[in-house]
């Protein structure tokens, strides 16, 4: 069988082939945590390129549809099974790659190989309903219809688990795939693909493709003949995404991000509220959508909660992934690192206060790398940069709420309504929480970030289009329903 990869280059996967671009260009990609190594080249495609995964996916529908549910089940648990196999050799180029720690990716990879497999047992479950007919001598039926070829674009962050629950559902419901991912994990990408590849799908049915964002991903979401495209990614890019498929009248997910809130209240338990929001708002570097960002606690507990904070921040060790020990690696890539200290002198310039961090990591094999230590700023006005804006980095903003009505209305003044979370001991507390909170993930008495593969994930508000990733809710975006009636 033909491999992906040759000296460190990684190719496109067209029609069950690997095949370099018809550019003969390539793009790389480095270790954040060493920017000398260069963990692999990918390719710089063109349109040519694309037009020639589009036509696989698109030639190959109409069996992969015909080939039934059941059986693209069974083909997925294959997948899934090869991905545990190569859990460690796909978890360390994770982390060589986007820098997050070595058991956040292990993590992040079995994730993988859990979807594949939840995905998998769709396969045996029903596509459709029986609904009573006001005819009584007519049979009249639901069915779950593919929509045809997905276009799967993904971001750098969670290179292994956001393409993953975005394939999986697509193929299990009878969908053809065209899969573009971020160009700083694509090596990653290339090599989930791999195990992909190695199941045995058809020909045509997940297509691989690297490339510049503007020039591969605006011409797969303009093709005529792509029928939905599933997005993760930035605000801007993801508005671009919907005016162009909102045109063409094709289906759109967007998964857009989010600034997303921890209330504390003065009867939370405090330890364990520092405890999440060290682990929401630093753990992969503060590079997930659900980070906490915004802490914000009621001023009778505000003194004793920013200490703590403060004391446990201290214990956080930073350094290359890769390495035993090492709590907290580096921003992903130096476009990060740049924006990550471009909000942190903003904090300062609106006039936030810096209680911890804030500065480039200098030193050792910190030069060689893209690092911040964990920020936290405080005397945070609603209104700041740190307070509304997605940062995307090991940042934490404390607000002061004098009681739970105001906390709420601070956590929902910002355009974004992806995750919150709530620290308290009080039932009503909570139940407040839930009902006012404008938020489509709400936890309570636990981090914001995280959502479990079985359950229904996106946003409100900006955050994301409406419609929902993961669970059985993904059927909802995947299929399209088709009402059958039969006159005996």
Wanted: hydrophobic share 40%.
């Amino acid at each position: 069988m033909q491999t992906a990869f040759s000296e460190k280059t990684y190719k496109n996967f067209i029609n069950n082939e690997w095949i370099e671009s018809e550019s003969e260009q390539t793009i790389k990609s480095i270790n954040p945590a060493n920017k000398e190594e260069i963990v692999g080249y990918v390719q710089n495609s063109t349109n040519t390129d694309l037009e020639n995964a589009v036509q696989a996916a698109d030639k190959a529908k109409n069996a992969w549809r015909k080939l039934g549910q059941a059986a693209r089940g069974q083909l997925l648990f294959k997948v899934a099974n090869i991905i545990e196999e190569n859990l460690n050799d796909i978890a360390e180029t994770l982390t060589r790659e986007m820098g997050k720690t070595l058991p956040e990716a292990k993590g992040e990879t079995a994730r993988g190989v859990a979807i594949l497999r939840y995905y998998a047992g769709e396969g045996m479950r029903k596509d459709g309903d029986v609904i009573p007919s006001s005819d009584k001598d007519a049979l009249m039926f639901t069915k779950r219809t593919p929509l045809g070829v997905v276009g799967v674009i993904t971001p750098w962050n969670f290179p292994v688990a956001i393409p993953i629950w975005k394939i999986a559902p697509a193929l299990v419901y009878g969908n053809t795939v065209v899969f573009k991912p971020a160009t700083e994990a694509a090596v990653t990408a290339a090599k989930i693909v791999d195990c992909f590849a190695k199941a045995g799908l058809p020909e045509g049915v997940v297509n691989f493709i690297t490339g510049s964002g503007s020039v591969i991903g605006q011409a797969l979401i303009d093709h005529p003949l792509l029928n939905a495209i599933t997005f993760t990614g930035s605000e801007g890019v993801g508005e671009g995404v919907a005016k162009s498929a909102a045109a063409r009248g094709i289906k759109f997910q967007l998964e857009m991000g989010g600034k997303n809130p921890v209330i504390v209240t003065k009867d939370a338990d405090l330890d364990a509220a520092v405890e999440a929001v060290i682990s929401g708002g630093f753990r992969s570097t503060g590079q997930k959508c659900t980070a906490s960002s915004r802490v914000i606690v009621e001023t009778a507990v505000y003194d004793a909660f920013k200490e703590k904070l403060i004391q446990e921040t201290e214990k956080i060790t930073v350094g290359d992934g890769l390495k035993e020990g090492i709590w907290m690696g580096p921003c992903a890539s130096e476009s990060q690192f740049t924006t990550v200290r471009k909000y942190i002198e903003q904090g300062l310039e609106e006039g936030a206060s810096l209680l911890y961090g804030g500065e480039p990591l200098t030193g050792g094999e910190f030069d060689k790398g893209f690092y911040v230590a964990p920020t936290i700023f405080e005397n945070v006005k609603p209104d700041m940069a740190i307070a509304q804006e997605e940062i995307f980095g090991p940042v934490i903003a404390l607000l002061k709420a004098a009681d739970l009505e105001e906390a709420i209305k601070l956590a929902n003044d910002t355009k974004y309504g992806l995750s919150a979370s709530i620290f308290t001991s009080n039932i009503g507390s909570l139940l407040e929480f839930i009902d006012e909170i404008d938020a489509g993930l709400v936890r309570i008495n636990a981090e914001s970030a995280g959502v479990e593969l079985q359950a229904p994930f996106g946003g409100m508000k900006a955050s994301s289009t409406g419609s929902r990733e993961q669970g059985e809710a993904a059927k909802e975006f995947f299929t399209t329903i088709k009402t059958v009636f039969i006159k005996g």
